[in-house]
């Protein structure tokens, strides 16, 4: 039986093993490197299902690096990283990342994350396949979000279902928008539902 693999590309030592430590328990094939150059390497070699990936890395800003990794992938990447301002979360979900962990964190619901956006990147592949190709922009979670909107849940249910910040979820609904080109959730449901999304 295949496991599922992850990649981290986090240059503090301790910090990737601890994560390492926590993932093989869970029966994960686990690579790490504190370079962001070796870790485009690794994940053409390693094949990763999802990328854990440190914003200040020593040769290479991590958001930098989820740039050139969206140009050719839509592997799952979340970002570890200890800036917490909302912006900082924008910016992040605006470059391609589809989470957003911040240090220090719980090894077991880092975990869960992992698992969860594995699983929900399988379910959102199978749905986007039959679906327009405007959205190939859109990540998995803002695809999730999307979905969870078209229901009717607020973001703060969101936040809850998706065990992420309001804040988090508000970033979000900021890049949703943007890749749209639509200034509310009524449009961006709208407009989802006039190319078959929704």
């Known amino acids: 039986?295949?496991?599922?693999?992850?990649?981290?590309?986090?240059?503090?030592?301790?910090?990737?093993?601890?994560?390492?430590?926590?993932?093989?328990?869970?029966?994960?094939?686990?690579?790490?490197t504190k370079s962001g150059y070796v870790g485009l390497n690794k994940l053409k070699a390693f094949r990763p299902h999802l990328l854990l990936?440190?914003?200040?890395?020593?040769?290479?800003?991590?958001?930098?690096?989820?740039?050139?990794?969206?140009?050719?992938?839509?592997?799952?990447?979340?970002?570890?990283?200890?800036?917490?301002?909302m912006r900082d979360v924008i910016l992040g979900l605006d470059v391609g990342g589809d989470d957003y962990i911040t240090k220090p964190f719980e090894p077991e619901i880092l975990v869960a994350r992992v698992i969860a956006n594995i699983r929900r990147y399988r379910?959102?592949?199978?749905f986007t396949n039959n679906s327009s190709r405007l959205f190939e922009s859109l990540t998995n979670r803002e695809i999730e979000t999307l979905l969870l909107l078209n229901r009717g849940y607020t973001n703060k249910e969101i936040a809850n279902?998706?065990?992420?910040?309001?804040?988090?979820?508000?970033?979000?609904?900021?890049v949703i928008f943007k890749k749209l080109n639509v200034k509310n959730r009524t449009q961006a449901i709208t407009k989802a539902r006039e190319v078959g999304i929704l």
């Open 123 to 126: 379910l959102v592949s199978e």
């Open 1 to 32: 039986m295949e496991h599922d693999r992850v990649l981290i590309i986090e240059d503090d030592k301790d910090v990737s093993y601890l994560i390492q430590q926590y993932l093989l328990k869970e029966s994960f094939e686990v690579e790490m």
């Open 53 to 85: 990936l440190d914003i200040g890395l020593p040769d290479i800003d991590g958001l930098s690096l989820c740039k050139e990794i969206r140009r050719s992938s839509t592997i799952p990447i979340l970002f570890l990283t200890s800036r917490r301002e």
């Open 161 to 174: 279902r998706l065990y992420l910040s309001e804040g988090t979820i508000k970033g979000y609904n900021h």
